[in-house]
T-cell receptor, first 113, second 108 residues
Framework: DVKVTQSSRYLVKRTGEKVFLECVQD?????MFWYRQDPGLGLRLIYF???????EKGDIPEGYSVSREKKERFSLILESASTNQTSMYLC????????????FGPGTRLTVL | SQQGEEDPQALSIQEGENATMNCSYK?????LQWYRQNSGRGLVHLIL?????REKHSGRLRVTLDTSKKSSSLLITASRAADTASYFC????????FGGGTRLMVKP
């Protein structure tokens, strides 16, 4: 069965901390995505990676960076967390061939105090 | 900006009734997808309809696509309490753009 896992379901951090959100997929997918989801704003794409060490900015990359050192793992980094980054973060993956269906992880609800 | 916009934003029905959600989009598409999200969880893919298809069924789900009107609808027949969730349409290639979603509540 297809699986995308995220390192934490809930996370509480303080303003200014460096935060790592990890995502792992076991489907050998080329594409991986990070979204944030906020009430009234829907899902917004932060970053996208289509291959190891490759990344593309999404709609709202400011304040975030990403790392993809291995095909199965895509990390989202908040260099200096701020309260406006309190949100639900969703990771997804998809194959580069075939349909563009995305497979989502369970999400990480991050609170920055 | 969101490519897809769902309508209504919220829908409340009784168990056994049908639920219809609509999605409008702005640019031409190759396919359109519908996803479900249970509260506080990730999204789950429900169904994909290609631009050359007009209707598609999967169990109690029926999706229609009208490319001339740039719209799609998702019908859930004989709804159950377990169908309570948010439903999103999505369009795009490798990078999908999601609509704002319809929150469906099915009362037992």
């Amino acid at each position: 069965d297809v699986k995308v896992t995220q390192s934490s379901r809930y996370l509480v951090k303080r303003t200014g901390e460096k935060v790592f959100l990890e995502c792992v997929q076991d489907m050998d997918h080329e594409n991986m995505f990070w979204y944030r989801q906020d009430p009234g704003l829907g899902l917004r794409l932060i970053y996208f990676s289509y291959d190891v060490k490759m990344k593309e900015k999404g709609d709202i990359p400011e304040g975030y960076s990403v790392s993809r050192e291995k095909k199965e793992r895509f990390s989202l980094i908040l260099e200096s967390a701020s309260t406006n980054q309190t949100s639900m973060y969703l990771c997804a993956s998809s194959p580069s061939l075939g349909t563009n269906e995305q497979f989502f992880g369970p999400g990480t609800r991050l609170t920055v105090l | 900006s969101q490519q897809g916009e769902e309508d209504p934003q919220a829908l409340s029905i009784q168990e056994g009734e049908n639920a219809t959600m609509n999605c409008s989009y702005k640019t031409s598409i190759n396919n359109l997808q519908w996803y479900r999200q249970n509260s506080g969880r990730g999204l789950v893919h429900l169904i994909l309809i290609r631009s050359n298809e007009r209707e598609k069924h999967s169990g109690r789900l029926r999706v229609t696509l009208d490319t001339s009107k740039k719209s799609s609808s998702l019908l859930i027949t004989a709804s159950r309490a377990a169908d309570t969730a948010s439903y999103f349409c999505a369009t795009g290639g490798n990078m999908l753009t999601f609509g704002g979603g319809t929150r469906l509540m099915v009362k037992p």
